[in-house]
């Protein structure tokens, strides 16, 4: 009996590879794309068929991207409004979350859709009166500017808010027995449950805060305050993009991404195993 | 006696309502402020006539009038559902595929998760370069792979018949890295114990999926398809990137935040554009709200 | 400043625990700033000894000369300082339009043709008729047609910053191999026909002639070569439902149906036809004198290509010209020391500066010598004789109004789902529409 479970999770294990690698195929395709065009010559880059694979790999590109730019100061902006949009949104948040989840209070619901409803409107549309508000707090030109809009999230409340509402019923009754109030239930007992979602809404956070474009370039101008996307659209020019400098800034720029992805996915190992017999 | 009770507990609902609102207050003010404002002034926008750089006048129904009686709008209306309810179902379905494949103990499962999230990260020129190159007609390498077996490839997003449906596959492509981190999260809330219990009633993995996992991840799908369907409606640099106003089907792949942003930016025309975006949100409110109402039916809360 | 930023999180992310854990906080701390921020933006401007400008450019390829310039001009005027703010050409637009919306634009920005006419008459700009005037400022230095480009209701809004034209560029190994004669000044639109229709070989994917759907590098020059025009001088009456403006575009699309260019959904994009003959598939394009800078460094192309004349049209071998200039905005809190910089922008010194970076032909007379040595492969100087008998740049106070309808209408025929003198036609009565708004 033992045996044959055996064989068939390798099996299914060598099957399962088999999927998971034709999907890596799939995905990765246009990373890799990025990467060899960030070592292309421009005349590679343009060539149409495309050529795959550069003659010789132009690490220059590289060198070229952190000068034509001030790659450091977008760097540390990037770095300051995302590290603390994704403290603040997780703090925000889970709290609004734990109370739209766990506490019945009147207009509850009313006032869960209001909070959906900005995001039904694309950020585009309301784009300018958002820019005069910027500008009558006097923000313009500021790291404020870019921070402390994004520190309130419709997306990070919802998605925390699905996370409490699975948690069950008698871990706050018993808690509210020994005489717990809600910051205290919240903080000790339920935020330790959603670390999962604490850390999907870190992960989107970071990763949308770290590409940011429009926004930065609306309202911010000099070059001490842009950040890293917004720094290399600037090197899409009106009649002349050279690709691979452009990609090789690109990677630079999301490599501290992937970074952070590799090492906040790791804490979801932690979960179950659907085959269980290992 | 039971007097002092019922008050201790009104006294105690009272105090709940007042934690409740302490705790959302900042979000709630905040996204208020910063963005339920802004949407209110653009909802104004939507019934004023738009001159230049914010000379405005009043302008009534104009805008709106006007809108239903654009074909453009019922067509990229059209499309936009399309494109929605084709590309929302199979991203979903697929992500929460790999989310469950990507959460076992298998070796590599952390290459595999950063290789499934690079799409995510990977910058929008680059993705949108690839792609034009697979689907070009003349110099493609999904034509010239089905010319190698003498079969004649569609003009993919030259086309008008097909290029919606092109757009649709490069947007299941670049969603299914998303959904899958929400899913492997929401896959992380599922109690080790009913596995090990289903394991001991002798259930095989199928059933594990169907009566464990997919039951017990119903908030999580819930929380993907509300927002998903919110994206999905919002498309917009897919089409801009990959078809653009100098690709003739973009009449046939336009959505309503492309033609928003045409109005808006390109030819300068602000209430009119205001008042797409109003109609968009008016949709998807109530697409979400009629969701929100269904959930009872299906979504498993503890 | 650095610092401030982070002591601003650290404090901002205290004051938002302070709201959560607090319980009894009635403000939360958005309100909070909108109380106290209004005053911080009018408060620096006092101090009247250093003035610093802000100058907003969208091409980062030109930074490096715009920083030069304004080295010097500081070196002169060590009171002003001048901040160079590069914002992308995709968001560039978006970006003032939303600034000077918010009577917030940069003190000093660049300005085209498009955009021209929408800003002056709506007053965003700052007229420099007068200061030309009293600072005795020879305006015979630039070419006439920019000139008149950058005049609105009869004021100067700025001094020509450079000029770009159109030639004929080739690809020299596919005139070699065929054996056939390079093009020269003496072509007429005929003889390219002609020559594009020896050197199109259909098995291999080669075209003689990329006949793109692009106005100014494209079917602007053709139309005005052949006696037609886009716009009437009064800027009253659209050009497109002008027999010979018809005419001209039944030509330029007479390639695509002959199939000497590439198919017309590949056309229809504007930069797809120099990619194709930067990848040697073209033999033939008419492209503008901004190409040359990545035509020289793409390894590919520096020494197979080259450029000529446009071919003669019935009237002309004439191109359109564009070019940029410098405008001042009119919510600027330094006029004067705005002035002086733009002045400067415009003077002999700041031509040569340009020039010799090769990323645009400056507008100064007789400082286009350096860009034309920057390009040794190319016979460069073309752009500048063409520069002489050019053709403006059509514009009207909406002009993207109307050259959104040209891209619309166009694509939909480059798609083959209309044809060109109807798309003209069509064009001409919705142009009409807008321009009698205006």
Redesign the interface.
């Known amino acids: 009996m033992k045996a044959t479970v055996g064989t068939t999770t390798r099996k299914a294990a060598i099957g399962i590879h088999l999927i998971l690698i034709f999907g890596a195929l799939l995905m990765v395709g246009p990373f890799l794309w990025m990467l060899l065009t960030s070592f292309k010559t421009l005349g590679e880059a343009t060539q149409v068929p495309p050529i795959i694979f550069p003659k010789v790999f132009q690490w220059k590109n590289y060198a070229d991207a952190t000068v034509t730019l001030p790659f450091f100061t977008f760097y540390w902006n990037t770095i300051i409004t995302t590290v603390a949009k994704v403290l603040g949104q997780m703090i925000l948040c889970s709290i609004a979350a734990y109370a739209f989840a766990r506490i019945e209070f009147p207009g509850r619901n009313v006032l869960f859709v209001f909070c959906l409803s900005v995001l039904m409107v694309p950020s585009q549309v309301y784009l300018l009166p958002q820019f005069l508000l910027i500008r009558d707090l006097g923000w313009l030109n500021s790291l404020e500017a870019l921070i402390v809009p994004g520190l309130f999230s419709a997306f990070g409340t919802f998605l925390l808010r699905q996370f409490f509402l699975s948690l069950p019923k008698e871990l706050e009754e018993s808690a509210k027995l020994d005489g717990c109030n809600h910051i205290q239930i919240y903080f000790h007992i339920m935020l330790p449950l959603i670390k999962p979602g604490l850390i999907a809404l870190a992960i989107f956070t970071a990763l949308w805060s770290w590409n940011d474009l429009m926004w930065p370039l609306i309202v911010n101008s000099s070059p001490e305050k842009m950040t890293l996307s917004a720094g290399l659209a600037s090197l899409q020019g009106q009649n002349m993009t050279h690709y691979p400098i452009l990609m090789a800034g690109a990677l630079l720029a999301i490599l501290p991404m992937i970074v952070l992805f590799m090492f906040l996915q790791k804490q979801f190992v932690e979960g179950i195993s659907l085959t269980g017999s290992k | 006696m039971e007097h002092a009770a019922q008050y201790r507990k009104k006294q105690q609902r009272r105090s709940d309502w007042l934690w409740a609102y302490v705790m959302i207050a900042p979000t709630v003010l905040g996204l208020a402020y910063f963005y339920f404002w802004p949407i209110v002034q653009t909802i104004y926008f939507s019934f004023t006539k738009w001159g230049a750089f914010g000379k405005y006048k009043w302008a009534g129904l104009d805008n709106y009038e006007k809108l239903l009686d654009d074909p453009t709008v019922w067509k990229s209306l059209g499309n936009t559902f399309v494109y929605t309810f084709l590309s929302v179902p199979v991203s979903m379905a697929i992500s929460i595929f790999v989310a469950v494949l990507l959460n076992q103990k298998i070796n590599g499962v952390s290459v595999y998760r950063t290789l499934y999230f690079l799409p995510v990260v990977t910058m929008p020129t680059a993705i949108a370069m690839v792609w034009k190159w697979l689907y070009h007609s003349e110099y493609g390498l999904i034509n010239n792979l089905l010319s190698s077996f003498s079969i004649e490839g569609p003009l993919w997003i030259n086309d008008p018949d097909i290029a919606l449906y092109s757009l649709v596959i490069v947007a299941i492509w670049s969603t299914v890295g998303y959904n899958m981190v929400i899913f492997l999260s929401g896959l992380q809330g599922i109690p080790r114990t009913y596995y090990e219990a289903a394991q001991i009633d002798g259930a095989g993995p199928y059933r594990q999926f169907f009566r464990i996992t997919l039951p017990l991840l119903t908030p999580t799908i819930f929380f993907v398809m509300i927002i998903s369907m919110i994206n999905a409606f919002q498309v917009f640099d897919i089409i801009l990137m990959m078809i653009g106003p100098q690709n003739s089907t973009i009449d046939d792949t336009q959505s309503l935040v492309y033609l928003f942003y045409h109005h808006a930016f390109v030819v300068d025309n602000k209430g009119y554009a205001a008042a797409i975006g109003v109609i968009l949100l008016v949709i998807i409110l109530a697409v979400t709200i009629v969701q929100m109402r269904l959930q009872k039916k299906w979504v498993h809360y503890e | ?2 610092k401030r ?2 002591t ?2 650290f404090a ?2 205290l004051v ?2 302070l ?3 607090g ?3 009635s403000a ?4 909070n ?2 109380a106290e ?5 009018s408060g620096n401007a006092s101090n009247q000894e250093k003035v610093t400008l ?1 100058y ?1 450019l ?4 030109q930074a490096p000369a715009m920083e030069e310039i304004a080295k010097r001009f500081t070196a002169a005027n060590p009171h002003i300082e001048v ?1 160079i ?7 560039y ?3 003032m ?2 600034a ?3 009577g ?1 634009l ?1 003190d000093l920005l660049w300005m085209n043709g498009p955009n021209i006419v ?1 800003y002056a008459s ?1 007053d ?1 700009l700052l007229p420099i008729t007068d200061q030309i005037k009293k600072d005795g400022i020879d305006m015979s230095n630039y070419p006439e047609a920019l000139i008149n480009l950058y005049t609105v209701d009869g004021q100067i809004y700025g001094i020509p910053k450079d000029f770009d034209t159109v030639g004929l560029w080739y690809n020299k190994e596919m005139f070699d191999a065929a054996k056939i004669p390079y093009p020269d000044g003496t072509w007429d639109w005929a003889k390219v026909k002609e020559v594009a229709k020896q050197l199109t070989d259909p098995a291999k ?1 080669i075209y003689g002639f990329a006949a793109m ?1 692009a106005n100014q590098s494209g079917y602007y020059n053709i139309i005005f070569q052949q006696g037609g025009f886009v716009i009437s001088e009064d800027r009253k009456k659209s050009g497109y439902d002008d027999p010979k403006s018809i005419e001209a575009l039944k030509f330029w699309y007479s390639f695509i149906e002959e199939k000497l260019s ?2 017309g ?2 056309m ?3 930069d797809a036809a120099a ?2 003959f ?2 040697g ?1 073209v033999a033939m394009m008419t492209h ?1 004198s ?2 040359a ?2 035509f020289g ?5 520096k020494d197979k290509v080259d450029v000529t004349y446009l071919p003669k049209g019935s009237v002309s071998n004439a191109s359109v010209i564009h070019g940029l200039t410098t405008v001042i905005a009119a919510n600027t809190k330094h006029p004067e020391e705005a002035w002086a910089f733009s002045k400067f922008l415009g003077s002999k010194e700041a031509a040569e500066v340009q020039a010799q970076t090769g990323a645009t032909i400056p507008a100064f007379k007789g400082t286009q010598d350096a860009w034309v040595k920057a390009f040794p492969n190319f016979q460069a100087q073309v752009f500048i004789d063409q520069a002489a008998t050019a053709n403006p740049y059509p514009v009207s106070k ?1 002009t ?2 109307w050259n ?1 309808l040209e ?2 209408y166009f ?2 025929v ?4 209309m044809k060109i003198e109807d798309a003209a036609r069509e064009i001409a009565t919705k142009m009409n529409e807008f321009l009698a708004q205006e």
């Open positions: 400043m650095k930023g982070l601003w999180v901002s992310l938002t625990m709201a959560a854990a319980c009894s906080s939360p701390p958005a309100a700033n909108s921020s209004p005053a911080s933006n802000t907003a969208w091409d980062q390829n901040k703010e590069v914002t992308p050409w995709t968001q637009w978006t970006k339009d939303t000077a919306t918010g917030v940069p929408k709506n965003m994917g759907n590439p198919p959904h590949l229809a994009e504007w990619k194709l930067e990848s598939k503008g901004w190409k800078v990545e460094q793409n390894e590919y192309t909406d993207s109004k959104a891209t619309e694509t939909k480059w798609g083959g789902e």
